[in-house]
């Protein structure tokens, strides 16, 4: 018998019959939940419609706040707090209409007994699919079971036979045969070079620095020492105050150098005098200084590789990180010198970075690096966010969409790119990104995630397209258009096909001069994953032999 007082077991409510729960995780800036939260709502008035139709009753897990003007979970706290008063065996839809935050609701969904759905709306406006792929990876990695289900409003027949498949057997399968092993490599000069390389990573190793690990709860972007190291990969944690105490030692001669540089590259920024809507001198003029700071950062602990979070912490402080972080992938970039004027940093090269600090694609860009210096190619890649995407003369084109920054010869040259203010929603401080279109052309995709366990990169080809102005000012209008984008098609995968496969909502790209030299590349990239020991998934139409 103790004489200690123990906490009362916590005693959950028991499921309701023919019931399901709902749940919506959101984003951790009021100002984005209070914006998106009516396009939340018709997305579960849609949902609702269709699951009443199928003969369930809908409870939602947790009340509309009225004082703060939505009802989405917008901390890891508040949704710790709501799974507990959630039936734990009881069948479960995340609902997601926009962007969330993945870790606001992981804690409940690890715990959670009963079968469990992610849902959300096909719209390049809100983009709930790309908060469901988050949310994906990062069940993925966290070894719980789940379901995906994607559509415009739940009213067409595909979606409605998801919903009633999942309902009656509490898992739903999509088609993913466009996924296949690697087979044996072959002898080529390719695939020597990869393994080549994966040894000389091993065994010289190489260092990617964080800047404040985790971004916006993409708990699938963090991957662990142990995955890493094995690899040769190290991570040297760093502070994202450290960087800005380095910017206030950047005098204000070499960041007007850095925007002189760009003006005669060619790089158009849309400026104007408002430091809250629009993108000002003052917010380029600390963007450059963000630029100088990282190169020296970098220079001092070695990196091969540089990523900067930006959102939680430095979104309240600085002018947004993205247009340094275009600046870095590109070879052609301001020169920028050490502290003492002595040496010109990283002369002639990108400094990959991997945006919001995703680790997964920290991995993909250092390595892509290697391989596409190797080869005598540009090294210049980039993430995007898997936006979105629509039909166009009988081919799905995707809206390859990344936050902010692409390397200027995605789009071919400074000439062709633009620096716009970043919506207000998001960088309240401002900023200009480095925007444009991507050129038409022949590219690898990549992702390299978490999985049972064990490191995977799923590889791919697709073709960068040229669209119609039109229809490219459509596309633009209908996401954010502030923002680079590209039109791709994947070859050989569908668009509920690569939904159904892919582990994140980012993935790498890179481009080759032509198809053949792009399949090339990417039987290098496959041979050094492989030499790594990464398990290593081709992707739809993959030339395999030279």
Same mark, same amino acid.
């Given at each position: 018998?103790?004489?200690?007082?123990?906490?009362?077991?916590?005693?959950?409510?028991?499921?309701?019959?023919?019931?399901?729960?709902?749940?919506?995780?959101?984003?951790?800036?009021?100002?984005?939940?209070?914006?998106?939260?009516?396009?939340?709502?018709?997305?579960?008035?849609?949902?609702?419609?269709?699951?009443?139709?199928?003969?369930?009753?809908?409870?939602?897990?947790?009340?509309?706040?009225?004082?703060?003007?939505?009802?989405?979970?917008?901390?890891?706290?508040?949704?710790?707090?709501?799974?507990?008063?959630?039936?734990?065996?009881?069948?479960?839809?995340?609902?997601?209409?926009?962007?969330?935050?993945?870790?606001?609701?992981?804690?409940?969904?690890?715990?959670?007994?009963?079968?469990?759905?992610?849902?959300?709306?096909?719209?390049?406006?809100?983009?709930?699919?790309?908060?469901?792929?988050?949310?994906?990876?990062?069940?993925?990695?966290?070894?719980?079971?789940?379901?995906?289900?994607?559509?415009?409003?739940?009213?067409?027949?595909?979606?409605?036979?998801?919903?009633?498949?999942?309902?009656?057997?509490?898992?739903?399968?999509?088609?993913?045969?466009?996924?296949?092993?690697?087979?044996?490599?072959?002898?080529?000069?390719?695939?020597?070079?990869?393994?080549?390389?994966?040894?000389?990573?091993?065994?010289?190793?190489?260092?990617?620095?964080?800047?404040?690990?985790?971004?916006?709860?993409?708990?699938?972007?963090?991957?662990?020492?142990?995955?890493?190291?094995?690899?040769?990969?190290?991570?040297?944690?760093?502070?994202?105050?450290?960087?800005?105490?380095?910017?206030?030692?950047?005098?204000?001669?070499?960041?007007?150098?850095?925007?002189?540089?760009?003006?005669?590259?060619?790089?158009?920024?849309?400026?104007?005098?408002?430091?809250?809507?629009?993108?000002?001198?003052?917010?380029?003029?600390?963007?450059?200084?963000?630029?100088?700071?990282?190169?020296?950062?970098?220079?001092?602990?070695?990196?091969?590789?540089?990523?900067? !979070?930006?959102?939680?912490?430095?979104?309240?402080?600085?002018?947004?990180?993205?247009?340094?972080?275009?600046?870095?992938?590109?070879? !052609?970039?301001?020169?920028?010198?050490?502290?003492?004027?002595?040496?010109?940093?990283?002369?002639?090269?990108?400094?990959?970075?991997?945006?919001?600090?995703?680790?997964?694609?920290?991995?993909?860009?250092?390595?892509?690096?290697?391989?596409?210096?190797?080869?005598?190619?540009?090294?210049?890649?980039?993430?995007?966010?898997?936006?979105?995407?629509?039909?166009?003369?009988?081919?799905?084109?995707?809206?390859?969409?990344?936050?902010?920054?692409?390397?200027?010869?995605?789009?071919?040259?400074?000439?062709?790119?633009?620096?716009?203010?970043?919506?207000?929603?998001?960088?309240?401080?401002?900023?200009?990104?480095?925007?444009?279109?991507?050129?038409?052309?022949?590219?690898?995709?990549?992702?390299?995630?978490?999985?049972?366990?064990?490191?995977?990169?799923?590889?791919?080809?697709?073709?960068?397209?040229?669209?119609?102005?039109?229809?490219?000012?459509?596309?633009?209008?209908?996401?954010?258009?502030?923002?680079?984008?590209?039109?791709?098609?994947?070859?050989?995968?569908?668009?509920?096909?690569?939904?159904?496969?892919?582990?994140?909502?980012?993935?790498?790209?890179?481009?080759?001069?032509?198809?053949?030299?792009?399949?090339?590349?990417?039987?290098?990239?496959?041979?050094?994953?492989?030499?790594?020991?990464?398990?290593?998934?081709?992707?739809?139409?993959?030339?395999?032999?030279?």
């Amino acid at each position: 018998m103790t004489a200690y007082t123990l906490p009362e077991p916590h005693q959950r409510p028991a499921a309701e019959p023919n019931t399901v729960y709902t749940v919506a995780s959101g984003d951790l800036r009021p100002a984005a939940n209070v914006t998106c939260w009516p396009t939340q709502e018709k997305l579960e008035n849609d949902l609702t419609a269709a699951l009443t139709e199928l003969g369930r009753q809908i409870r939602r897990g947790h009340a509309v706040d009225e004082t703060k003007g939505h009802g989405f979970i917008d901390s890891q706290r508040a949704g710790i707090e709501v799974f507990k008063n959630l039936p734990s065996d009881a069948p479960l839809i995340v609902v997601e209409g926009v962007w969330q935050y993945s870790h606001h609701v992981l804690a409940g969904l690890r715990s959670h007994r009963g079968p469990i759905l992610v849902v959300a709306n096909w719209s390049g406006e809100f983009p709930g699919l790309v908060g469901l792929l988050n949310l994906a990876g990062s069940l993925t990695k966290a070894g719980r079971d789940y379901s995906v289900l994607w559509s415009p409003d739940f009213t067409d027949d595909w979606a409605r036979e998801g919903l009633r498949t999942w309902l009656e057997t509490g898992t739903l399968t999509h088609d993913t045969s466009h996924v296949r092993p690697l087979p044996p490599l072959p002898k080529d000069p390719e695939t020597e070079l990869g393994v080549a390389l994966a040894r000389q990573l091993r065994e010289e190793k190489a260092v990617i620095g964080v800047f404040d690990e985790g971004c916006m709860g993409m708990y699938n972007a963090i991957i662990d020492d142990e995955f890493l190291n094995p690899l040769g990969i190290y991570k040297e944690r760093l502070s994202q105050s450290a960087l800005v105490a380095e910017m206030q030692k950047v005098s204000d001669e070499e960041a007007r150098a850095v925007r002189a540089w760009l003006d005669h590259a060619g790089l158009t920024f849309h400026t104007g005098t408002d430091e809250a809507t629009e993108l000002t001198d003052a917010q380029l003029l600390s963007q450059f200084k963000m630029y100088i700071a990282a190169l020296r950062i970098a220079d001092d602990f070695g990196l091969d590789a540089v990523g900067i !979070q930006y959102q939680q912490g430095l979104k309240d402080t600085v002018p947004a990180s993205d247009l340094a972080e275009g600046l870095l992938n590109n070879v !052609q970039r301001p020169p920028v010198r050490s502290r003492d004027g002595a040496r010109e940093l990283y002369p002639g090269a990108a400094l990959p970075h991997f945006n919001e600090v995703d680790e997964g694609v920290a991995v993909d860009s250092l390595i892509t690096n290697r391989i596409w210096t190797a080869m005598g190619l540009d090294p210049a890649t980039t993430l995007h966010d898997i936006r979105w995407g629509e039909e166009y003369e009988g081919r799905f084109v995707w809206v390859f969409e990344i936050s902010g920054s692409v390397p200027a010869s995605h789009n071919g040259g400074y000439h062709k790119s633009y620096s716009m203010r970043q919506p207000p929603m998001y960088f309240p401080l401002g900023g200009g990104t480095l925007s444009g279109v991507s050129k038409p052309g022949e590219i690898v995709w990549s992702r390299v995630f978490l999985m049972d366990g064990r490191l995977h990169a799923d590889l791919g080809r697709a073709t960068s397209i040229e669209l119609p102005e039109a229809e490219t000012r459509r596309r633009l209008d209908a996401t954010t258009p502030q923002w680079p984008i590209m039109h791709a098609v994947l070859h050989g995968v569908t668009r509920d096909q690569f939904m159904a496969r892919h582990r994140a909502n980012h993935l790498n790209v890179a481009y080759a001069p032509d198809a053949e030299t792009a399949d090339k590349a990417l039987r290098a990239k496959a041979a050094l994953f492989a030499e790594l020991g990464v398990e290593v998934h081709l992707c739809g139409d993959v030339a395999w032999s030279a």
